[in-house]
């Protein structure tokens, strides 16, 4: 009997900006105003952000505006008032902004929302699909220590979603730094 070998597929060590976008294009869900994408974690859209009685019902107790002081999104501390924490960023869904300047201050956010006794937190921009998605990226990369390509699979199996490719770079940068460190941990640890 003969037996076939195969020719083994080399195994990609880094993933790219192309190979994150078909993971998104897998996605066979529609978009809708608000989804819970992690326990406790919404992503939703600026109408859903709005509408504080449909957030109360809910139970979001933290609201993170990834399109904050932008047309369209009246949301800030004036508008929420005492019924929820806010917390704001200035935000463009743009080829050239540097939003991981904001990965860590939105991940703390985001981590002390959940925190909090019974603490829901609705992380949105205008549509919900680019900004806010990739600040709850990287809170799941850096609090969650979940690799990026598995953050985006779990995701999405809860809401479409669809980074541009700027910010997905700049999320592929942050999952090499964070596989970076985990190395140097994982050596300080065996000497």
Not at 19 to 35: A, F, G, P, V, W
Not at 75 to 85: A, E, T
Not at 148 to 164: D, T, W
């Amino acid at each position: 009997m003969a037996v076939l070998k195969t020719k083994k597929e080399p195994r990609k060590e880094y993933l790219s900006v192309k190979d994150l976008e078909k993971i998104l294009d897998s996605c066979t869900l529609r978009l809708s105003q608000i989804n819970e994408v992690w326990p406790n974690i919404f992503i939703g859209n600026v109408a859903i952000a709005q509408n504080r009685s449909t957030l109360q019902k809910l139970g979001v107790t933290h609201v993170l505006n990834a399109a904050h002081s932008k047309r369209g999104s009246i949301g800030d501390h004036r508008f929420y008032g005492n019924s929820f924490v806010y917390y704001g960023i200035p935000a463009e869904d743009s080829t050239h902004f540097d939003l991981d300047v904001y990965f860590k201050p939105a991940a703390d956010f985001i981590h002390k929302a959940l925190k909090q006794p019974d603490g829901k937190i609705l992380v949105h921009c205008i549509m919900g699909m680019s900004r806010s998605s990739t600040l709850v990226l990287a809170y799941l990369m850096l609090y969650c220590h979940i690799p990026l390509h598995c953050a985006l699979q779990k995701v999405i199996q809860k809401r479409a979603i669809y980074p541009n490719r700027n910010f997905l770079a700049l999320l592929l940068d942050l999952d090499l730094q964070l596989k970076r460190k985990q190395k140097t941990w994982k050596t300080c640890l065996i000497l």
